[in-house]
């Protein structure tokens, strides 16, 4: 197990567009019994209803859904570049019917009984505070609903207030 700190959120330094966009991240959600997690690349982070928060959405299909839906916390994990492979293997495979975290080569470990990858360099615990499905009738561009959702997977966002942040 590493060791984490505690870090002041208001003294995080990062690009979000490359962070989240192009390096990406892992959501994690469940408990000690049972946890998943899954690459996420769409979302952000900021101020709304006076906390400080992390967006991300889901797609209904996905198995960690089931896990964010059912529990109260959630991490968003930030892992270097030595961990592509993990990345690509967490967005590309389900946890149904395997054990994700061992596949990538991953740990999982607990702050406050939420989950997150021990291999993170940093992570942000997150309470749930909304859960908003996005669906048709909400777009303005109807090249959105063709571009990316032809197959009517629609997805969920998820605003988390960021109760914790720690770093390696």
């Known amino acids: ?19 989240i966009g192009k390096e990406w991240a892992l959501v994690t959600a469940g408990d000690k019994e049972k946890a998943n997690t899954m690459t996420v690349s ?7 209803w006076g906390k400080n928060v ?6 209904d299909s996905r198995y960690t859904k089931e896990f964010i839906d059912s529990h109260e916390f959630f991490s968003l994990s930030f892992l270097g570049e030595e961990y592509r492979e993990s ?12 054990d ?10 607990f702050r406050h009984s939420i989950p997150y990858p ?11 505070m909304a859960a908003v499905p996005i669906t048709e009738d909400t777009f303005i561009d109807p090249q959105i609903m063709e571009k990316w959702y ?19």
């Not at 021990?118 to 749930?128: S, T």
């Open 1 to 19: 197990m590493h060791t984490f700190q505690p870090y002041p959120i208001d003294l995080i330094e990062m690009n979000p567009f490359t962070k």
């Open 42 to 48: 769409w979302g952000g982070v900021g101020v709304l």
């Open 54 to 59: 992390v967006y991300i959405f889901i797609r």
């Open 87 to 98: 990345l690509n293997y967490c967005g590309s495979h389900s946890g149904r019917n395997e």
């Open 100 to 109: 994700k975290f061992h596949k990538a080569a991953l740990t999982p470990a």
């Open 118 to 128: 021990d291999e993170a360099n940093l992570v942000l615990l997150c309470r749930k």
């Open 150 to 168: 032809a197959d009517h997977d629609m997805h969920t966002m998820y605003v988390g207030e960021i109760i914790d942040a720690m770093a390696r």
